[in-house]
């Protein structure tokens, strides 16, 4: 994940657009995380204008989704 600093401490930096170029924005996207191989939790941003899902920090070679209930 990108973080900037700011005088109340840290925040992430999301993307702006979709892969598609939809604008993401409250009420355009919906935010959530994925756990992965790579051991890192990647943030996900979904396109509600087109389904697209953005990555923060993006997958890698080594990376591979788990589903919550995967065991």
Not at 21 to 28: A, D, I, K, S
Not at 38 to 51: E, F, K, S
Not at 57 to 64: D, N, T, V
Request: a positive charge.
């Amino acid at each position: 994940m990108w973080l900037r600093h700011t005088r109340k401490g840290w925040e992430e930096i999301p993307p702006k657009h979709c892969a598609n170029g939809h604008e993401l924005r409250g009420g355009t996207v919906l935010v959530g995380t994925q756990h992965c191989d790579c051991m890192r939790t990647h943030r996900t941003h979904t396109c509600l204008a087109c389904g697209h899902t953005t990555y923060t920090p993006p997958l890698g070679s080594a990376c591979r989704r788990h589903e919550f209930d995967e065991r």
